[in-house]
């Protein structure tokens, strides 16, 4: 009986000791996995995932691989690329004012008309002999339409973010205070520009017929120092064109 | 002694059996083994008291932890632990067990000693 007994526990102590061997593999970890039925079914779609990422890794590489090999290809001409940037660069320098330019164009000099001993300094003779800012800004103006590609007065190279304001006896360009006479000189299209100069209607003679002095010459060859200091821009950023406002 | 022999031999059959089972199952596997553990500390100290049964040994080392495994699955569907509860119970029965047994194991030996 008492054999039986023993057996008995014996028994139940192999089962307990089987059931702590299988929680030992539990937590240990073994390389073969057993998993449940949903965890199967997640386990595939995580494999199907990552073969696809796979995939298109695959041909990711392919595209650089080949965008390498054009690179590469291209290397030898890419040195022309610089000379050309660089020559683009010069060019733009050029037509912002910021480089010396020289070549075929007219020159006009404004000089204040004289003044009557008797004149009054505030009559109405006396404002029409004298060059205003709004002048100035009227023969630029003309003078790009008709051809001008660099203009300069007095030196100062008229660009893009040039003022050209109007302080008591003098003119400021380019931050810079000018006393008269104003020399305009302007590169381009010399015929047209004479055209304009001498046109009937036209700026110049209006302020000729003023009482104004006015000088027109023709120039063959014309310098234009650099003048004008290119600023980085602080607000404005590019555009793109993805929809982003 | 027994108990540790049968024991010792468990594990090594199960760890040659190499045999295993998915992770999400190693609660419940747990609360059995905790379960035959009570039944085990139980009928030895039934044993030393001369009160041992293979029939209850038997059906309490079954029913037990097939009962732990019912509550536990119970509780997993209920998102309760309910394994706890099996936890709390086994947990305080092998103490008293293992006091019984203690205290059977050393009157045994004293009394040997006297006879002695």
Redesign the interface.
């Known amino acids: 009986m008492i054999k ?3 057996i ?20 240990t970890g ?1 390389k ?5 039925q949903s ?1 199967y079914r997640d386990a595939t779609e995580y494999k199907l995932k990552l073969l696809k990422e796979i995939d298109v890794l695959n041909r990711q590489q392919k595209d650089n691989a080949e965008k390498l090999a054009l690179y590469k290809k291209t290397t030898d001409s890419s040195s022309d690329i610089t000379s050309n940037l660089l020559e683009e660069l010069k060019q733009n320098r050029m037509l912002l004012g910021a480089e010396s330019v020289k070549g075929p164009g007219i020159t006009l000099i404004f000089s204040d008309g004289e003044q009557n001993v008797a004149e009054n300094a505030d009559s109405i003779d006396s404002w029409l002999k004298t060059i205003h800012n709004d002048d100035m800004l009227k023969v630029i103006n003309g003078l790009k339409l008709n051809g001008a590609e660099v203009i300069a007065i007095n030196g100062e190279r008229i660009s893009a973010t040039t003022e050209i304001y109007c302080s008591w006896a003098f003119i400021t360009i380019n931050g810079k205070k000018l006393p008269a006479p104003f020399e305009i000189q302007a590169i381009g299209e010399q015929e047209s520009l004479l055209a304009y100069a001498n046109s009937e209607f036209g700026q110049v003679k209006i302020m000729a017929n003023r009482g104004i002095k006015v000088n027109i010459n023709k120039a063959a060859h014309l310098v234009l120092q650099g003048s004008v200091e290119l600023k980085s821009p602080q607000y404005l950023s590019e555009q793109l064109e993805t929809g982003e406002k | 002694m027994i108990v540790v022999i049968g024991l010792l031999i468990g594990i090594i059959l199960g760890l040659a059996m190499n045999f295993s089972i998915p992770d999400i199952y190693s609660t419940y596997l747990t609360v059995a083994i905790l379960a035959c553990l009570d039944s085990v500390f139980g009928a030895l100290k039934a044993y030393l008291g001369h009160t041992f049964d293979s029939i209850v040994f038997i059906s309490g080392f079954f029913g037990n932890a097939l009962i732990a495994v019912a509550l536990t699955f119970l509780g997993d569907k209920l998102g309760i632990p309910m394994y706890l509860a099996a936890v709390i119970v086994f947990g305080g029965r092998l103490f008293n067990n293992f006091a019984v047994i203690r205290r059977l194991v050393i009157e045994r030996y004293f009394r040997r000693k006297k006879n002695d």
């Open positions: 039986l007994q023993k008995t526990i014996l028994f139940g102590s192999i089962v307990l000791g089987i059931g702590i061997s299988i929680l030992f593999h539990i937590t073994e073969t996995i057993i998993l449940a965890e």
